[in-house]
C-alpha cells in the first residue's frame, strides 16, 4: 500500500492511498477512496485526448 500518491503525469489534484489484493494470484490495484463517477472526470480533465484541438474531423 502507498500513501499520499499524487498524480504527477496530468496533475489532477488530490491525494490518494493505493491498495493492493493480498491474493498472490490476482494483483488488482485500487485507489482509495475509489473516485466517484461525478468526481473522475476532474482527474482526467486534463488528459490529452480530452482536448479539442487532437479530436478527428468528423468530415473526414
Known amino acids: 500500500m502507498y500513501?499520499?500518491?499524487a498524480d504527477r503525469l496530468?496533475?489532477?489534484p488530490g491525494e490518494w492511498?493505493?491498495?493492493k489484493c493480498t491474493d498472490a494470484d490476482?494483483?488488482?490495484v485500487w485507489l482509495?477512496?475509489?473516485p466517484?463517477?461525478?468526481?473522475i472526470g476532474k482527474a482526467y480533465q486534463n488528459y490529452y485526448t480530452?482536448?479539442?484541438t487532437n479530436q478527428r474531423?468528423?468530415?473526414g
Open 50 to 52: 480530452h482536448d479539442q
Open 10 to 12: 496530468f496533475g489532477a
Open 26 to 28: 490476482c494483483g488488482i
Open 57 to 59: 474531423n468528423k468530415d
Open 3 to 5: 500513501r499520499n500518491l
Open 32 to 34: 482509495d477512496p475509489r
Open 36 to 39: 466517484t463517477i461525478d468526481e
Open 17 to 19: 492511498t493505493s491498495k
